[in-house]
């Protein structure tokens, strides 16, 4: 029986490989070269200019950062500071600039989107570490940049939800700003790999329980994974006085549990987030099919944003 049938996969993945990933640097390394050279094949958004800024991290390491804008934005604009997903391990594609470009032309924002450091050579806390200081970057820069810091939003995919959700909660508690919305896609939450779908989708598509505890081990590695630092496993953080959420799931994705669970933590807390469980959906589905459930899943981001925003 192939995975498909066995989890009730849409036919639209099913060309898709079961893959293990294996976290070494070879093999990491060919995945970003192909990871790079479909930005060489990426669309321009019309109407959108970005701009490539490089600031300094806290040890004076450099961060790139591309700050979408769109040509008929307003003074005092929102924000949504972007990080794309790939494993703490990879760079980001095409799909993932074409994407922050739409979200900034369509839910009329400024996009920043986040090229942090990658945890095969920096392990964290050095992802979050950038995805931190490019909030605070946009904070400092508001007012050269138009961008009202009562509507700044932060999102990512996957591995970049982690880091959406954790700069959330480390802004809360330090103060920085009171962010108005948090967009997780597919996110990582939750190191101890211990949920039903965590432990259940060996053998799913693209990204299985597999890969998942590999990735754990490489980005925590020299921490302990007993009890992770702080905003490490944002899903184990306090949810109390964060910002308005979007939580979006894929139904045989090993990260599913992860993210429905913390939609449980907010409400606990009294903050409702908005959810999209996609079915018959894999991790990262909307990057392997052009398909209804994933125009309708961006539709919804875009909505989301909007609603934050305004």
Same mark, same amino acid.
């Given at each position: 029986?192939?995975?498909?049938?066995?989890?009730?996969?849409?036919?639209?993945?099913?060309?898709?490989?079961?893959?293990?990933?294996?976290?070494?640097?070879?093999?990491?390394?060919?995945?970003?070269?192909?990871?790079?050279?479909?930005?060489?094949?990426?669309?321009?958004?019309?109407?959108?200019?970005?701009?490539?800024?490089?600031?300094?991290?806290?040890?004076?390491?450099?961060?790139?950062?591309?700050? @979408?804008?769109? =040509? /008929?934005?307003? &003074?005092?604009?929102?924000? !949504? #500071?972007?990080?794309? %997903?790939?494993?703490?391990?990879? *760079?980001?594609?095409?799909?993932?600039?074409?994407?922050?470009?739409?979200?900034?032309?369509?839910?009329?924002?400024?996009?920043?989107?986040?090229?942090?450091?990658?945890?095969?050579?920096?392990?964290?806390? @050095?992802?979050? =570490? /950038?995805?931190? &200081?490019?909030?605070?970057? !946009? #904070?400092?820069?508001? %007012?050269?940049?138009?961008?009202? *810091?009562?509507?700044?939003?932060?999102?990512?995919?996957?591995?970049?939800?982690?880091?959406?959700?954790?700069?959330?909660?480390?802004?809360?508690?330090?103060?920085?700003?009171?962010?108005?919305?948090?967009?997780?896609?597919?996110?990582?939450?939750?190191?101890?790999?211990?949920?039903?779908?965590?432990?259940?989708?060996?053998?799913?598509?693209?990204?299985?329980?597999?890969?998942?505890?590999?990735?754990?081990?490489?980005?925590?590695?020299?921490?302990?994974?007993?009890?992770?630092?702080?905003?490490?496993?944002?899903?184990?953080?306090?949810?109390?006085?964060?910002?308005?959420?979007?939580?979006?799931?894929?139904?045989?994705?090993?990260?599913?549990?992860?993210?429905?669970?913390?939609?449980?933590?907010?409400?606990?807390?009294?903050?409702?987030?908005?959810?999209?469980?996609?079915?018959?959906?894999?991790?990262?589905?909307?990057?392997?099919?052009?398909?209804?459930?994933?125009?309708?899943?961006?539709?919804?981001?875009?909505?989301?944003?909007?609603?934050?925003?305004?």
């Amino acid at each position: 029986m192939s995975t498909t049938n066995k989890y009730a996969i849409h036919s639209d993945f099913e060309k898709v490989p079961v893959i293990n990933i294996k976290f070494s640097r070879p093999v990491i390394g060919l995945l970003n070269l192909l990871l790079k050279a479909t930005r060489l094949r990426k669309k321009t958004t019309p109407g959108v200019a970005t701009t490539s800024y490089t600031i300094k991290g806290d040890s004076g390491h450099p961060i790139k950062l591309i700050v @979408a804008v769109p =040509d /008929d934005i307003q &003074a005092d604009a929102p924000a !949504l #500071v972007y990080y794309h %997903g790939g494993a703490f391990a990879m *760079t980001y594609s095409s799909m993932h600039l074409e994407n922050a470009e739409r979200y900034a032309k369509e839910a009329g924002c400024i996009s920043v989107f986040v090229c942090y450091r990658l945890a095969m050579k920096n392990p964290f806390p @050095a992802s979050f =570490d /950038d995805a931190y &200081a490019a909030v605070n970057w !946009l #904070v400092e820069n508001a %007012g050269k940049l138009g961008v009202d *810091t009562t509507r700044i939003a932060v999102g990512g995919d996957s591995a970049g939800g982690a880091l959406a959700a954790g700069v959330a909660q480390k802004c809360r508690d330090a103060g920085l700003v009171k962010l108005c919305g948090q967009l997780l896609i597919y996110p990582v939450m939750d190191h101890r790999c211990n949920t039903p779908s965590a432990i259940e989708f060996v053998d799913t598509p693209l990204f299985n329980a597999v890969s998942n505890q590999r990735m754990w081990q490489m980005y925590l590695k020299g921490s302990s994974t007993e009890s992770p630092p702080p905003y490490a496993a944002p899903g184990l953080g306090s949810a109390e006085n964060l910002p308005p959420a979007y939580i979006e799931t894929a139904e045989f994705d090993p990260l599913r549990d992860e993210g429905l669970n913390f939609a449980k933590a907010l409400q606990a807390c009294g903050n409702a987030p908005t959810m999209n469980e996609t079915l018959g959906t894999i991790h990262g589905y909307d990057g392997t099919a052009h398909n209804q459930t994933a125009i309708a899943s961006m539709q919804k981001r875009i909505d989301f944003l909007r609603s934050v925003f305004n």
